[in-house]
């Protein structure tokens, strides 16, 4: 019976050995001097051991260390002193999941530990494959430049990436709370759209109309699956959005293009090309099929030194060489189409590498468009230049005659209706005052004089001026008015609108001495980008156009180009001041819009002026003032102005009316004078333009010093960037230059009595 029974025990053990040897970890026991006493398992040998290979050596000698906290030998510590321990352990370049545990003798006492290692390197190696496909696919959804999502089928959305809150204008937590119908701008799209995606179970390039925070409706392309349960019930949706309100856009536009007749197509700036270090053509816009007038096709087997003759090709080749060799070159040559046309391109390149090849990818701009941007340019600073000029002129000019004027008119108050001096003072006023209206015409020119702007209707400016044009005119000379009927409102002062309207007409009417047409017409336009970089320095937007076209002699280019020049003239001498053109230009700049004229000899010319548009109600910003007796007065006023003789004047017609009359130089002296007079002043009468201090900062300062005194400026000009804040009210407060002693006293009586 104890035979029997000591054989089973020892086939017991034997299986439990085998078992032991054939698992896939590894086990070993040691002792309590941390010895090995086994080691067994089909594990020892994925870390280059064999059963029983380490019995009799230490757990130090093993992993050749001293270190009593190395893991595995403070785990194995700890289960000699009864704990039970598992940890994970990188060796022999493979990860382990460890157990240790303490074993007991007969008696119950820790005799030493017991371990047993489970090789996960291959778990582990799924799993981070698993968080890096994880990690790339969250990369990917985030960076992704379509919108994606995912929703229930109720339209809740439960995830999105950053592209869509860009694409609509929501933040995460708006997004969050938004149902998928709210992106529609149609409601009635989303049920078609959930109708489609679940009779066949996916959609690609759904076309959509969805619509932004801000009410911007896009057109979209939606792709998008369903979502089901194991069971096969729907969950949700998941998709992509592609914004493609661009692209519908420029298809639009590219089928206007092809309208276009062969000389616009072979004017559109700019190439795009890429050809490989064999010159083989990879890439190319559509402009270099249109310009070329080669098909794509055609192009496809073309090198592109096809594109040049002579000289230009040798230079071509020369530059794809240097592109090659240092990474960068530009040359200009001309491009030459299949009939033969040359035309002029600064040509660029840049070294890339595609698919290990070298690549030359460059583009192209037109001279000849270029070439006429900077002529516009350098135009437009020169009446720039001429208006400074002309801005400052009449400044001064101003200041003279507000003297002239003034002293005239103090002359003819002391002479009787029957003085013979009289009729000479009176000629000399109507000579100052021609001359004033003179230096209001450059002022205009110069976009410096005051306007007094309102959101109008130009039809409403054409429909005033128009019975008084057709006297204007004369019977030889047919009036045609051409006025949209919804023309959107613009900011500008009417009055101004009306004089340029005036102006134009009488330029029309001398350019047809024998009679013709003249036509003024409105509408509406929105400019795009491609057109303002044609019309430089108009910017893209909505504008209203008053267009005012003749049938007269027209221009050539030459004079073209200086109508709008300052007494600049073809009239004979002594028929015109050579002031009409640039007061138009003048007035439409300061109003913010753009003209250009176009003309050629013998087929009229036709005026294009753009004001920008307006929103808001007919009537608003405009500003009214009552006029005001021109009683005497007791006040003190403090007189700042640094042109003597004004100042002088000024004083005297303000003294003459009763007035106490402080008078300064500059805006320092007028400080020290505020801080000295012990009385009170009653009013600050002051220029705008004046050296170190402007008449607007004076006003600041002495605004803290006496909290109520009255302000009224005056100048021979108004600077736009002075009054453009709103600070000062042009009817209240402010005096134009030049001022008669009535209007100074009536001003100074109105500003003192509001």
């Not at 698993?130 to 790339?136: A, F, T, V």
């Not at 200009?332 to 595609?354: C, I, M, N, Q, W």
């Not at 051409?482 to 009417?509: C, H, K």
């Amino acid at each position: 019976m104890a035979k029997r029974h000591s054989r089973n025990v020892s086939w017991d053990r034997e299986r439990l050995r085998l078992i032991v040897e054939q698992m896939p970890g590894l086990v070993w026991t040691v002792d309590r001097g941390l010895r090995f006493t086994s080691s067994t398992g089909a594990g020892l040998r994925a870390i280059g051991l064999e059963p029983g290979q380490v019995v009799g050596r230490t757990l130090y000698e093993y992993f050749d260390t001293t270190d009593p906290n190395f893991l595995p030998i403070e785990s194995h510590r700890r289960a000699l002193e009864g704990e039970e321990v598992t940890y994970e352990f990188a060796w022999a370049d493979r990860q382990f999941q460890v157990h240790v545990e303490p074993f007991r003798d007969e008696q119950g006492a820790i005799a030493g530990a017991i371990g047993i290692a489970f090789d996960t390197t291959d778990a582990h190696r799924t799993m981070e494959a698993l968080r890096e496909s994880e990690r790339r696919y969250r990369r990917l959804f985030e960076s992704s430049r379509d919108a994606i999502y995912l929703s229930t089928v109720e339209g809740d959305l439960i995830e999105f990436n950053q592209s869509m809150l860009e694409l609509f204008g929501y933040t995460r937590e708006e997004m969050g709370e938004l149902n998928a119908e709210a992106l529609y701008a149609d409601p009635g799209d989303r049920r078609k759209f959930q109708e489609k995606i679940s009779r066949d179970g996916s959609v690609t390039d759904y076309e959509v109309k969805l619509v932004t925070k801000k009410g911007t409706i896009m057109d979209c392309l939606l792709t998008s699956s369903v979502q089901r349960a194991e069971d096969g019930s729907l969950t949700g949706y998941q998709g992509i959005i592609r914004n493609v309100t661009r692209r519908k856009r420029s298809e639009v536009v590219l089928r206007q293009e092809k309208e276009f007749s062969d000389a616009a197509i072979g004017s559109l700036p700019g190439l795009f090309y890429l050809f490989d270090d064999e010159g083989n053509l990879l890439r190319w816009n559509r402009n270099i099929e249109h310009i070329s007038g080669f098909t794509s096709e055609e192009i496809a087997t073309m090198n592109p030194l096809d594109f040049f003759e002579g000289e230009d090709r040798r230079l071509l080749r020369q530059a794809a060489e240097k592109v090659l060799t240092w990474g960068y070159s530009s040359v200009e040559a001309d491009f030459v189409s299949r009939d033969g046309t040359h035309t002029p391109y600064l040509f660029t390149g840049k070294l890339v590498t595609l698919d290990g090849k070298r690549c030359v990818v460059g583009t192209a701009i037109d001279m000849v468009e270029r070439r006429r941007l900077e002529l516009q340019l350098r135009q437009s600073q020169k009446m720039e230049a001429v208006g400074q000029l002309a801005g400052g002129v009449a400044h001064d000019f101003n200041n003279v005659l507000t003297v002239i004027l003034s002293n005239t008119e103090l002359l003819l108050r002391g002479l009787g209706p029957e003085d013979p001096r009289r009729e000479e003072v009176e000629d000399i006023r109507g000579a100052a005052q021609r001359a004033a209206a003179l230096t209001r015409q450059l002022l205009a020119f110069s976009r410096k004089q005051v306007l007094k702007p309102r959101v109008m209707n130009l039809n409403d400016a054409v429909s005033n001026v128009e019975k008084m044009l057709g006297r204007l005119i004369g019977e030889d000379i047919e009036l045609v008015t051409l006025l949209d009927a919804d023309l959107w409102s613009t900011e500008a002062d009417p009055g101004q609108i009306e004089q340029i309207i005036m102006n134009l007409a009488v330029n029309a009417r001398d350019a047809m001495p024998e009679g013709g047409r003249l036509a003024l017409e409105t509408g509406n336009v929105v400019i795009d980008e491609r057109f303002a970089r044609s019309h430089y320095p108009i910017v893209p937007g909505d504008y209203t156009v008053l267009v005012v076209s003749d049938t007269g002699e027209g221009m050539d280019p030459e004079t073209r180009s200086r109508i709008f020049e300052p007494f600049f003239t073809t009239k004979q001498m002594g028929h015109g001041t050579g002031l009409g053109l640039s007061t138009v230009y003048g007035i439409v700049k300061q109003s913010g819009g753009y003209i250009w004229a176009y003309s050629e000899p013998g087929q009229g010319t036709t005026f294009k002026l753009y004001f920008p548009r307006a929103e808001g109600g007919l009537g608003q910003h405009e500003r009214k003032s009552e006029g005001v007796e021109a009683d005497s007065g007791h006040e003190t006023v403090l007189l700042v102005e640094d042109e003597e003789s004004v100042r002088t004047l000024a004083r005297r017609i303000l003294a003459d009316e009763g007035y106490n009359v402080i008078e300064a130089e500059d805006a320092v002296a007028a400080i020290k004078m505020s801080r000295t007079h012990r009385g009170p002043i009653d009013l600050l009468l002051t220029d705008l333009v004046m050296p170190e201090l402007s008449g607007r900062e004076l006003a600041d300062r002495l605004e803290r010093l006496r909290p109520d005194i009255r302000m009224l400026f005056m100048s021979g000009y108004t600077d736009h960037a002075v009054l453009r804040d709103g600070s000062i009210d042009l009817d209240g407060n402010f005096l134009q230059k030049p001022f008669t002693p009535e209007s100074l006293v009536r001003k100074v009586r109105e500003v003192l009595d509001r």
